[in-house]
């Protein structure tokens, strides 16, 4: 089984930076993308920013210049580097991990329990 235990939400001030992390545990696993989508209270869950396992990657243009994701292959890492943090990127996290077995075909989306950021003040 493949679980996804998200760490970096908390309470910044607006200009503030955060570091989000997911470490995708399991055993065999093939990881083809890592992603952080958001959920703003009556908002739609949107994609942030997505990086394949060669290392491309994917920005909203909301967040461009200011978000960088990256990820550490050997430990089944995701990281969301949030700097210039606006109020209106105050949501739940989630980061979400496209992965199969190895030596199987089928991939499976997983998904951490989301980690709240709140900025204020």
């Known amino acids: 089984q493949v679980q996804l235990v998200e760490s970096g939400g908390g309470l910044v001030q607006p200009g503030g930076s955060l570091r989000l992390s997911c470490a995708a545990s399991?055993?065999?696993?093939?990881?083809?993308?890592m992603a952080w989508y958001r959920q703003a209270p009556g908002k739609e869950r949107e994609l942030v920013a997505s990086?394949?396992?060669?290392?491309?990657?994917n920005i909203v243009a909301s967040v461009k210049g200011r978000f960088t994701i990256s990820s550490d292959n050997a430990k089944n890492t995701v990281y969301l580097q949030m700097n210039s943090l606006k109020t209106e990127d105050a949501a739940v996290y989630y980061c979400?991990?496209?992965?199969?077995?190895?030596?199987?075909?089928?991939?499976?989306?997983?998904w951490g329990q989301g980690t709240q950021i709140t900025v204020s003040s």
């Open positions: 979400a991990v496209v992965a199969r077995r190895v030596g199987n075909l089928r991939s499976t989306d997983y």
């Open positions: 399991g055993t065999d696993l093939s990881i083809s993308l």
């Open positions: 990086i394949s396992s060669r290392g491309s990657t």
